[in-house]
């Protein structure tokens, strides 16, 4: 049976995406990947694969971490995390930017949410354990 064209659509647009940002061409693989996601949205997403949507919104949430639009990438970390729960790359992305703002209790939870998902996410470990001191400091100084 052939793909119905929606899927061979989506297909399309992730594929275009995710060379545009191998590419470093940041804008418009935002563009596409805005585009897969909004084309899945009204698809449905049962002819996108969970994986490929929570990919999608991770990889257009670094391009605007990139840009340091820091509650927007967090915005698309988080619709990645509902998209596939178990993809701990999210987390750990949505972690850093939470760790940089100074929220080290949510940073805390994402960074272990990453390392229960994948024991030996080494750069979650050691975030981890830089949030633990930056929060210590942080009391220490008294706010």
Not at 26 to 42: D, K, T, V
Not at 60 to 69: F, N, S
């Amino acid at each position: 049976m052939d793909r119905e064209p929606s899927a061979d659509v989506a297909r399309d647009l992730l594929a275009a995406a995710h060379s545009r940002f191998e590419e470093r061409r940041f804008e418009s693989a935002e563009n596409l990947y805005g585009r897969y996601i909004q084309h899945c949205a009204c698809s449905g997403l049962s002819k996108c694969g969970s994986r490929d949507v929570a990919t999608a919104f991770n990889n257009r949430g670094q391009i605007k971490y990139l840009r340091v639009d820091f509650y927007e990438a967090m915005d698309d970390y988080t619709s990645a995390i509902e998209a596939q729960p178990d993809f701990e790359v999210p987390y750990y992305n949505r972690g850093l930017i939470l760790y940089r703002l100074g929220y080290f209790d949510e940073a805390l939870k994402d960074f272990k949410k990453v390392l229960e998902l994948n024991p030996n996410f080494e750069d979650a470990s050691l975030s981890l354990k830089q949030t633990i001191k930056a929060k210590e400091e942080k009391q220490k100084r008294g706010y």
